[in-house]
């Protein structure tokens, strides 16, 4: 695989700048009970395009420095506005948040720290099915406790999705403590 470059205007580096811009418009829509659906319709279409930038980026050789700083601060931003709003609006009960809040602070801090060191570390696949399989976790639980249709079922549906992928972000965390370790010997 090339290098990443220093370019900065490249369409996955747009698209993950959009799916950050997007992040106040689904928090807004879901605070008024009257657009919480459009704001999950917009949540949604954040999460199913997280792979899209990335994938771009590599078929198209046009991965940068940039790029792989903006598609995991995308999704972290993302996750941590959703959760944030879903405690408030009593979608997700505040423990489960929690245990995805918590590793994201740890990582955020723990990414900021090897930054002033100039060190950085990959996003590994285990992280990036973590986040896809709690995304569609923390969504059915949302769905079914805002009381869209079918709310049992996607209450059962979340909450397995979401045990599953807890599980596999903290062996994420694991794999990138181990990659921290070794970046820093």
């Given at each position: 695989m090339a290098e990443p470059s220093r370019r900065i205007l490249t369409i996955p580096n747009v698209l993950s700048a959009i799916r950050i811009l997007l992040i106040p418009v689904f928090v807004l829509m879901l605070l008024n009970e009257g657009?919480?659906?459009?704001?999950?319709?917009?949540?949604?279409l954040i999460v199913s395009t997280d792979w899209v930038d990335g994938a771009i980026a590599r078929r198209t050789g046009t991965?940068?420095?940039l790029g792989k700083v903006l598609d995991p601060l995308a999704d972290r931003l993302a996750v941590i506005a959703a959760l944030i709003t879903f405690i408030a609006i009593e979608a997700i009960p505040l423990w489960a948040a929690l245990i995805v809040l918590i590793r994201d602070?740890?990582?955020l801090g723990a990414a900021i720290w090897l930054a002033s060191k100039d060190v950085r570390i990959d996003v590994r696949p285990i992280g990036k099915?973590?986040?896809?399989?709690?995304?569609?976790?923390?969504g059915g639980i949302?769905?079914?406790n805002l009381g869209f249709a079918f709310p049992n079922a996607f209450l059962?549906?979340?909450w397995t999705w979401f045990i599953?992928?807890?599980?596999?972000?903290?062996?994420?965390?694991?794999?990138?403590?181990r990659d921290v370790r070794k970046a820093l010997a």
């Open positions: 657009t919480r659906f459009a704001g999950l319709m917009i949540l949604g991965v940068t420095e602070a740890v990582v099915y973590a986040t896809f399989t709690l995304w569609w976790g923390m949302a769905w079914g059962v549906f979340g599953v992928g807890a599980i596999e972000y903290y062996v994420a965390a694991a794999a990138y403590a």
